[in-house]
């Protein structure tokens, strides 16, 4: 069964800080990731795909370890807005793939 | 809009009566994806279309679930007999291709009373 672990918080920083989220995934093979975020009570929206280079989209930065296989997310000079659930997505092999396997998403708080 | 379309938006209905969720993807998208979420829970999933096709029911939790789609296009989820533990919000999501970035509808916040 493939799976997608991450630490489910919650993590409480304070405004202007610097957080990181690490999630974990057990196929071997994925070749494709995303993060999502979720607020409360609402549906998950894409945040960012997650290139094995690395990529950055502002405040947000995405890596890919594939030899650990893991991925992570840095958020850099917290805002109250980035409050929300993130969810680690793995998106499985490539073309010919349907995986859409979410982890259970770490719970950020950011507190004035 | 554009974007995913699922209704209705929330449903109260008594133990034992049949319902039926419906979602809209994205035109052109050929990937459709079902997900249940209990509350403070993760995504649990359901059952995942490629076209009209289903080649993976696996989520479904028990044979009172079932789904469907038509045309490429429009799907179904229909719980038959209800339970109080099928109380949930179950989110659609469709995508261009199987391993592209997928979009979610609001989804459907269901009550069993």
């Known amino acids: 069964r493939k799976e997608v672990e991450q630490d489910p918080g919650p993590f409480n920083v304070p405004e202007g800080a610097t957080v990181a989220f690490n999630c974990t995934y057990s196929?071997?093979?994925?070749?494709?990731f995303f993060w999502y975020r979720q607020d409360c009570r609402k549906e998950p929206k894409l945040l960012m795909s997650?290139?094995?280079s690395g990529n950055e989209d502002g405040r947000f930065t995405a890596q890919l370890n594939r030899a650990s296989q893991y991925i992570s997310l840095l958020i850099r000079d917290s805002k109250l807005s980035d409050s929300a659930t993130y969810l680690c997505?793995?998106?499985?092999?490539?073309?010919?793939?349907?995986?859409?396997?979410f982890g259970k998403g770490t719970k950020l708080s950011v507190i004035p | 809009g554009a974007g995913v379309s699922q209704s209705p938006s929330n449903k109260v209905t008594e133990k034992g009566k049949d319902v039926e969720l419906r979602c809209d993807p994205i035109?052109?998208?050929?990937?459709l994806y079902w997900y249940r979420q209990s509350l403070g829970q993760g995504l649990e999933f359901l059952i995942y279309?490629?076209?009209?096709?289903?080649?993976?029911k696996s989520g479904l939790p028990s044979d009172r679930f079932s789904a469907e789609r038509t045309g490429g296009s429009v799907s179904t989820l229909t719980i038959q007999r209800t339970q109080q533990e099928d109380s949930a919000v179950y989110l659609c999501?469709?995508?261009?291709?199987?391993?592209?970035?997928?979009?979610f509808g609001q989804g459907t916040r269901l009550t069993v009373v």
């Open positions: 999501a469709s995508s261009l291709a199987g391993y592209t970035e997928a979009f």
């Open positions: 196929n071997s093979a994925s070749q494709s």
């Open positions: 997650v290139y094995s």
């Open positions: 997505v793995d998106r499985g092999s490539g073309a010919g793939s349907y995986q859409l396997t």
């Open positions: 035109s052109g998208h050929t990937a």
């Open positions: 279309f490629q076209g009209n096709s289903a080649p993976d």
